[in-house]
C-alpha cells in the first residue's frame, strides 16, 4: 500500500484492520507527526514499513510492538530528536534500519539491543554528539553503518568492537580530533573506511591494526601533519588512499613500502615541498596521482614514474 505525496493526513488507528496480506506499508512524504500506538496492530506481516520524509517528531516505544517479520525499516527525513529504549525491541528479524536526516542528539545504550540481524543501519544527518561503547554490541551481522554528518567529537575504543562482519563504515564530516588505539582493531572484513572532514591531527601507529582487507581508506581534509608509514604498516591490501587536504609535509622512501596494490594515491592540498626520489617505487600498480596544491619545486626521478610504475594519471 502507497500513500504519497498527500498534504495532510491522518491515519487512524483501523486504518490497515481486516488486511491479513499486507506485506509493504509506505507513508513516505507526507505530514505525518507521530504514528498512532495501535495502527500497526494487525499487520504481524509486513515486511517493509516506510515512513520517511514527514514530519514525526517521537515513536512510541510499543509503536513496532508485534512485527516480527519486518525486514525494511525507514524512518529517515523526520524530526525524531530522541529515541525510546524498547523502540525496536520485537523487531528482530530487521535487516535494514534507517534513522537518517532526523535531529537525534543521542542514543541511550541497548536502543539496538534485539536487532541481531541487522546488516544496514543509516544514522548519517543527525546531531549526535557521542555514542555509548556498548550501544552496536548486537550487531554481529551489521555490514554497512553510516555514521556520517553529525556531530562526534570521540570514540571509545569499544564502540565497533563487535562489528565483526562490517564491511562499511562512514564517519565523514564529524568532529573528531583524534582516534583511539584499538578503535578498528576487530574489523577485519572492513573493505570501506571514510574518515574524511575531521580534524584528525595525529594517528597512532597501530591505528589500523587487524584491517586485513581494508581497500579503500578516505581521510582528505582533516590535520594529519606527521608521515603516515607506521600506520600504513597494517593495511597491506589498500588500493586507493586520499589523504588531500591535509598538513602533510613529507614522505620517505619506506612509506609506501608495504602497500604496493595503491592504484588511486590522492596527496593534493597538502605542504609537500620535496619528495624523496624512491618515494613511489613500491607502487606497482598505481593508476592515478594527485599532486596538485603543494609547494613542490621539482620532481625527482620523474622518468621512474612514467616507466617503472607505468603512470598514465598524474596531477601536479
Excluded at 76 to 101: A, H, P
Excluded at 173 to 185: A, I, K, Q, T, V
Amino acid at each position: 500500500m502507497t500513500i504519497g505525496g498527500i498534504i495532510h493526513l491522518k491515519v487512524a488507528n483501523d486504518t490497515f484492520l481486516g488486511l491479513p496480506k499486507l506485506r509493504d506499508i509506505i507513508l513516505t512524504n507526507n505530514n505525518l507527526v507521530s504514528i498512532p500506538t495501535g495502527l500497526l496492530k494487525s499487520t504481524h506481516n509486513i515486511q517493509a514499513l516506510f515512513l520517511a520524509d514527514n514530519k514525526i517528531t517521537k515513536l512510541s516505544s510499543n509503536v513496532f510492538a508485534g512485527l516480527h517479520n519486518l525486514r525494511h525499516l525507514r524512518v529517515d527525513g523526520n524530526d525524531l530528536v530522541t529515541l525510546l529504549r524498547g523502540t525496536f525491541e520485537s523487531n528482530v528479524n530487521l535487516i535494514l534500519l534507517s534513522l537518517n536526516n532526523n535531529r537525534l542528539s543521542s542514543i541511550e545504550n541497548g536502543t539496538f539491543a534485539t536487532l541481531y540481524n541487522l546488516e544496514k543501519l543509516s544514522l548519517y544527518g543527525n546531531k549526535l554528539v557521542s555514542l555509548p561503547s556498548g550501544l552496536f554490541h548486537s550487531q554481529e551481522n551489521l555490514q554497512d553503518l553510516w555514521l556520517n554528518d553529525n556531530k562526534i567529537t570521540s570514540l571509545s575504543n569499544e564502540t565497533f568492537s563487535m562489528l565483526h562482519s562490517l564491511l562499511y563504515l562512514n564517519l565523514r564530516r564529524n568532529e573528531l580530533d583524534e582516534l583511539p588505539s584499538g578503535l578498528f582493531r576487530t574489523l577485519s572484513k572492513l573493505t570501506w573506511l571514510i574518515l574524511s572532514i575531521n580534524n584528525v591531527k595525529t594517528l597512532p601507529d597501530d591505528i589500523f591494526e587487524g584491517l586485513h582487507n581494508l581497500e579503500n581508506l578516505v581521510m582528505f581534509d582533516n590535520q594529519l601533519t606527521l608521515d603516515i608509514q607506521a600506520s600504513l604498516t597494517y593495511i597491506s591490501t589498500l588500493t586507493v588512499l586520499e589523504v588531500n587536504k591535509n598538513e602533510l609535509r613529507f614522505f620517505r622512501n619506506e612509506t609506501f613500502q608495504l602497500t604496493p596494490h595503491i592504484q588511486l594515491l590522492s596527496l593534493g592540498s597538502n605542504k609537500i615541498r620535496e619528495l624523496p626520489s624512491d618515494v613511489f617505487a613500491p607502487l606497482v600498480l598505481l593508476k592515478k596521482l594527485r599532486l596538485h596544491n603543494n609547494l613542490l619545486a621539482n620532481l625527482p626521478n620523474a622518468n621512474r614514474w612514467t616507466c617503472e610504475i607505468n603512470l598514465p594519471n598524474i596531477t601536479v
